[in-house]
C-alpha cells in the first residue's frame, strides 16, 4: 500500500529519501486517478525496500500541489535525490509506471 503524504510529512519522507521516490498526485473524485491507484498500490508492495512509493490527495494537501506546480491529475511524480527526475500526467499502464522507476534504480 502507498504511503499517505502531506503536506507536513512530504520534506520527510520524499526530499530528504535516500531512495528513488514515486508521488501519485490524485482526487478522490478524478476518476482517471482511480483507474491508476490500484497500479500505483501495487507498485509500493513490489518495490517495498527497493523505492518509496506514495500518494498526495490534491484536495487536502494545496501546499505540495501548488509548490510542484500540478494542474492535471492523476499526475505521477519521480524524485531522486530529492528532485524531481521524471513525471507522467495522466493515466497510463502499470508497465509505464512501474518502467520510469526502474529507471531510477538503474
Known sequence: MALELTDA????LVIKSDKPVLVDFWAEWCG???MVGPFVDEIATEYDGKAIVGKVNVDNNPGISMQFGIRNIPALLYFKD?????KQVGAAPK??????LDAQLA
Open 9 to 12: 510529512n512530504f520534506d520527510e
Open 32 to 34: 482517471p486517478c482511480r
Open 82 to 86: 530529492g528532485k524531481v527526475v521524471d
Open 95 to 100: 508497465s509505464v509506471l512501474a518502467g520510469k
